[in-house]
């Protein structure tokens, strides 16, 4: 079974600062992995999908890499702002996806 | 309607009543799913389809059913609630299909909080 772990669970940073946050997956037979966004209250937003080929993505201030063989990806966040306060979540799609239980990121003005 | 809707947004519901929680997708979308939220536990597949006419069951299917008549619609039903359905209840869809792809990018509901009393 498909184990994805999100480290840390919790972040917080001032203004300005780069976020890395951190999923590992136990299986690497995956098709892709998918980073999302939630706000409090609110559904998924997705942020950026990295097929299984690819090594990264990017999208704006958002980097995400992904290293199959070693089970892991992470996304970086760019001079963070207050706005990018939320939950992310990484899943992976190995024919369904499973998701880690999420970083909650706080940005401090 | 521009992506996915969900019907109720919130909904109180007293133990062993029958209740449909509806999902509408714009987007033409081949596979549609549902996932229940909990704190401590994520998000977990429910219920599946990857296209109109099949269903498959996801990691906790026990006490749902769904149906998918045509591409749009993909509503979930709790026959007889139970506290411990109590959750968010998110749906899903994608244009992939199948997950062979690689690019089966999905796309998520504004959710249905859901309290079984």
């Known amino acids: 079974k498909q184990e994805v772990t999100q480290i840390p669970a919790a972040l917080s940073v001032p203004e300005g600062e780069n976020l890395v946050l951190n999923c590992s997956f136990t299986?690497?037979?995956?098709?892709?992995l998918q980073w999302f966004r939630q706000d409090p209250g609110k559904g998924l937003t997705s942020l950026l999908l990295?097929?299984?080929?690819?090594r990264e993505q990017t999208s704006g201030r958002l980097n995400a890499s992904l290293d199959k063989s070693s089970g892991r990806s992470t996304l970086y966040i760019a001079a963070s702002q207050p706005g990018d306060s939320a939950t992310y979540l990484c899943?992976?799609?190995?024919?369904?996806?499973?998701f880690g239980a999420g970083t909650t990121v706080t940005v401090r003005a | 309607i521009a992506g996915i809707t969900q019907a109720p947004t919130s909904q109180i519901l007293a133990a062993g009543r029958r209740m449909t929680l509806r999902c509408t997708q714009d987007?033409?979308?081949?596979?549609m799913y549902w996932y229940r939220q909990d704190l401590g536990l994520g998000l977990r597949l429910i219920h599946y389809?990857?296209?109109?006419?099949?269903?498959g069951k996801g990691e906790v299917p026990d006490g749902y059913s769904v149906s998918r008549a045509n591409t749009d619609d993909f509503p979930l039903t709790l026959a007889s609630a139970v506290p411990s359905q109590t959750s968010v209840y998110f749906c899903?869809?994608?244009?992939?299909?199948?997950?062979?792809?690689?690019?089966?990018?999905?796309?998520f509901g504004p959710g249905t909080r859901l309290t079984v009393l």
């Open positions: 899903a869809s994608s244009d992939g299909g199948t997950s062979g792809s690689g690019l089966n990018e999905q796309f």
């Open positions: 299986d690497s037979a995956i098709y892709n």
């Open positions: 990295i097929q299984s080929s690819q």
């Open positions: 899943a992976v799609d190995d024919y369904k996806l499973s």
């Open positions: 987007m033409r979308h081949n596979a």
């Open positions: 389809s990857n296209t109109a006419g099949t269903t």
